[in-house]
């Protein structure tokens, strides 16, 4: 069974930053692209970031520069470091696996991060 539990979500200033953390159970990461998704209210659900198996990573225009996504293999867990955070980034964050040697794709319950002074 896999399970994504998500932390690290809260309140922050303009120009702050957090970290995000993603726990993976049920997954081999060898085999799995995990990724970091938003979804501010009223708006649908973007890509933030991703890593594949291979280490190679993608992120939004919009936070290139900003963030980070790593992973730490051996505690089946990705974070991502977020800097020089605005308003715009205030969203639900969900962290997602697709996992090659399973198939589909399985998504954690969201954690929220809140720009504002």
């Known amino acids: 069974q896999v399970q994504l539990v998500e932390s690290g979500g809260g309140l922050v200033q303009p120009g702050g930053s957090l970290r995000l953390s993603c726990a993976a159970s049920g997954v081999a990461f060898s085999m799995t692209t995990m990724g970091w998704y938003r979804q501010a209210s009223g708006k649908q659900r973007e890509l933030v970031a991703s890593?594949?198996?291979?280490?190679?990573?993608v992120y939004a225009d919009s936070v290139k520069g900003r963030f980070t996504i790593a992973r730490d293999v051996a505690k089946n867990t990705i974070n991502l470091r977020m800097g020089s955070l605005k308003p715009e980034d205030t969203a639900v964050y969900y962290c997602k696996a697709n996992p090659v040697h399973l198939g589909g794709e399985y998504w954690g319950q969201g954690t929220q991060v809140t720009v504002s002074s």
């Open positions: 890593i594949a198996s291979t280490g190679t990573t």
